[in-house]
């Protein structure tokens, strides 16, 4: 039974994106990465360092993802409130000085 990458992929994606475990996975990636102890060990030329590879890119991806995001949630929401005062209108009392 073949473990198919996809589903990793999706989970991993998918359990970033929770703010409950989003530190927990970024740390724990980074714990991968830096210790000796991996799928395919780093002392095995080339082998040992793809899955490092693969590994920082995804964690490169969803978290630049994740910036990305976040920069348009907030460019839209002080959008949406200038387009909200926009449209407001303003009540000035004028003062008339002689």
Do not use: C
């Amino acid at each position: 039974m073949a473990f198919p990458l996809q589903n990793l992929y999706d989970w991993y994606r998918d359990v970033i994106r929770n703010p409950k475990y989003r530190w927990w996975i970024i740390l724990g990636t980074i714990a991968y990465i830096v210790m000796p102890f991996d799928i395919a060990p780093d002392f095995i030329p080339i082998i040992g360092q793809i899955d490092d590879a693969i590994i920082i890119t995804l964690l490169f991806t969803e978290v630049s993802q994740l910036l990305i995001e976040r920069v348009k949630n907030k460019k839209e929401v002080v959008d949406s409130e200038q387009v909200a005062s926009a449209d407001t209108p303003v009540d000035v009392q004028a003062v008339s000085i002689d």
